[in-house]
């Protein structure tokens, strides 16, 4: 069972990349997934959540509007496109595994991680 | 908007018995939140302890444990080894879909 994210880079404000997360070792269109960065030195924060089927997709405030949620269950895949980006979003971006379908605070597989750096 | 509050840091001594809190701003953390734990260690990723307020994740030992204690969650660790010294976060689940995280505790062991 593994999560490997990628996608993250030096970015300028206002600037937008896509982060990826491969699954691999179980049926990735079985179980919702959640996106938490870790911005340096901070703790860890909630960004956004999707159900299995994509039916179900939920975002902090922090994010709402700037970010947006998706997956390619075919791709066994999970995205975050982040856009309008600004300094606060500097973090390590996590991908995790949700087991319990609704319950999106439990997460049971975590992804190394990719950083994203929003500097001019 | 809701905080979750914990202790900003913490020690224990090797062998002794540790309570780390999981509060609100405002309310009390009850089942109803499904309080979550995860320990972190610098550059690494998290690593689940506790969900459903008190059920271990797997591979976990028996010295972690979840409760509620009045009116928090709470995350305590008996026979504490020096490789508990981490940073141990917990997570609540507010509804329609929303989950915030605590500020974290970092637990020293010495």
């Known amino acids: 069972v593994q999560l490997v994210e990628s996608g993250g880079g030096l970015v300028k404000p206002g600037g937008s990349l896509r982060l990826s997360c491969a699954a691999s070792?179980?049926?990735?269109?079985?179980?919702?997934m959640n996106w938490v960065r870790q911005a340096p030195g901070k703790g860890l924060e909630w960004v956004s959540s999707?159900?299995?089927?994509?039916?179900?997709?939920y975002y902090a405030d922090s994010v709402k509007g700037r970010f947006t949620i998706s997956r390619d269950n075919a791709k066994n895949s999970l995205y975050l496109q982040v856009n309008s980006l600004r300094a606060e979003d500097t973090a390590v971006y996590y991908c995790?595994?949700?087991?319990?379908?609704?319950?999106?605070?439990?997460?049971?597989?975590w992804g190394k991680g990719t950083t994203v750096t929003v500097s001019s | 908007q809701t905080v979750v509050t914990q202790e900003p840091s913490f020690s224990v001594s090797p062998g002794g018995t540790v309570t780390l809190t999981c509060g609100l701003s405002?309310?009390?953390?009850?089942?109803?939140?499904?309080p979550s734990w995860y320990q972190q260690t610098p550059g690494q990723a998290p690593r689940t302890l506790i969900y459903?307020?008190?059920t271990r994740s797997s591979g976990v030992p028996d010295r972690f444990s979840g409760s509620i204690l009045g009116n928090k969650a709470a995350l305590t660790i008996t026979g504490a080894q020096s490789d508990d010294e981490s940073d141990y976060y917990c997570?609540?689940?507010?509804?329609?879909?929303?989950?915030?995280f605590g500020g974290g505790t970092r637990l020293s062991v010495l």
């Open positions: 997570v609540l689940y507010m509804g329609s879909g929303i989950s915030v």
């Open positions: 070792g179980f049926t990735f269109s079985t179980y919702s």
């Open positions: 405002s309310g009390s953390v009850s089942t109803s939140y499904y």
């Open positions: 459903t307020t008190n």
């Open positions: 999707i159900s299995s089927s994509s039916s179900y997709i």
């Open positions: 995790a595994r949700v087991p319990l379908e609704w319950l999106f605070n439990y997460m049971d597989v």
